[in-house]
């Protein structure tokens, strides 16, 4: 039976595994992406390419726009160019499902970035921060910050249905009381209220507009599931006069999120890096290429929570992320 988790990244193995029958065939790779509306699902594109030209192998990749049915064609187009392995940021878990069935139809193996897809689905592993310990490091974080005292929170999320999205929300909920319990034997948490951000800057603006409107003054927590969507509702408390008064959590560790950390704006982030991420994914490819076909159902990049205390290990000002 196969594991669920593994927390460690795959050894890199020789790129002259990539060699088949023929000499000169090279390995044709298809990434999936669900969207370029964002800096995190850009650097995903961008890293994917630095590191298929490293590892020596061909890469396609197609942008579905934030629409099912066009990454669906997007694949099935990919299909049809011969790609040798389908790397799928799915747009939706069933969705997903349908994709990993039209690649394993055609005997094409699926590797799942970023993105969760349901334990049945037909494929090679799922690559991704550890998103339940990431959030419980997060959620842990917030209750240092805030002491014995109430948390009013909001929640911004990406999209209905995500399955990420709800790990990293849950989880960090589970944190905060999980470390209210330990240290002060009772629960403060209150979430007022979510909102949807769409995985971008102006989405989480939006959402954050409108949460204000709602539930005002109340608000002492803002949770994001996405640093570029907490950097939208950072821009709007400061347009309210209010981000004084509330700590802002995120997800993703994007430079731009680091900064507004270095700043005081964001209390706490962890790292989503799709630079690891996508070296990662090769990294399978190349294992699986040499013969090795049972993988775990997760392989996870390191777990890292960054705050003001360690932020400028992590910050790199040239990075695409």
Same mark, same amino acid.
């Given at each position: 039976?196969?594991? *669920? ?10 790129? &002259? =595994?990539? !060699? ?31 590191? =298929? /030209? ?37 747009? $939706? ?48 974080? @917030?209750?240092?910050?805030?002491? %014995? /005292? ?5 929640? #911004? ?18 944190? !905060?009381?999980? =470390?209210? *319990? ?29 949460? #204000? ?8 927590? !803002?949770?994001?599931?996405? %640093?570029?969507? =907490? ?6 408390? /400061? @347009? ?27 209390? @706490? ?5 799709? $630079? *690891? *991420? &996508? ?10 290429? @040499? ?21 400028? /290990?992590?910050?790199?000002? %040239?990075?695409?992320?």
């Amino acid at each position: 039976m196969k594991k *669920l988790v593994w927390g460690v990244t795959l050894a890199l193995v020789s790129v &002259t =595994a990539t !060699v088949t029958a023929h000499a000169d065939d090279k390995v044709k790779v298809g990434f999936a992406n669900r969207t370029l509306n964002g800096a995190f699902f850009n650097g995903l594109t961008e890293y994917m390419k630095i590191h =298929a /030209k490293d590892h020596g192998y061909e890469l396609i990749t197609t942008d579905a726009r934030g629409d099912l049915n066009k990454q669906i064609s997007d694949v099935e187009d990919m299909l049809a160019q011969g790609i040798n392995y389908l790397v799928l940021n799915p747009q $939706d878990p069933e969705a997903g499902q349908r994709i990993a069935q039209i690649a394993k139809s055609k005997n094409v193996p699926v590797i799942v970035l970023d993105s969760d897809i349901s334990l049945d689905a037909p494929v090679v592993t799922r690559v991704q921060a550890n998103n339940a310990k990431n959030n419980i490091l997060i959620g842990e974080y @917030a209750v240092d910050q805030f002491g %014995d /005292k109430p948390l009013n929170c909001v929640v #911004i999320s990406g999209n209905q249905g995500n399955l990420v999205g709800e790990a990293r929300r849950t989880n960090f909920f589970r944190g !905060v009381m999980e =470390a209210q *319990l330990r240290k002060y034997n009772h629960t403060q948490v209150n979430i007022l209220s979510q909102g949807w951000g769409n995985w971008d800057q102006q989405g989480g603006l939006k959402a954050m507009e409108d949460l #204000i409107v709602a539930h005002g003054d109340k608000i002492n927590c !803002v949770y994001s599931e996405m %640093d570029d969507m =907490a950097l939208g509702a950072v821009l709007s408390l /400061k @347009a309210a006069n209010k981000l004084q008064g509330v700590k802002v959590f995120s997800h993703d560790g994007y430079k731009k999120g680091l900064e507004a950390v270095q700043r005081g704006d964001i209390q @706490a982030t962890a790292s989503n890096n799709p $630079d *690891l *991420l &996508t070296n990662t994914v090769m990294d399978v490819i190349t294992k699986y290429q @040499a013969g090795t076909k049972d993988f775990p159902d997760y392989v996870y990049i390191p777990s890292i929570l960054i705050n003001k205390d360690n932020v400028s /290990k992590f910050y790199n000002k %040239d990075s695409i992320f």
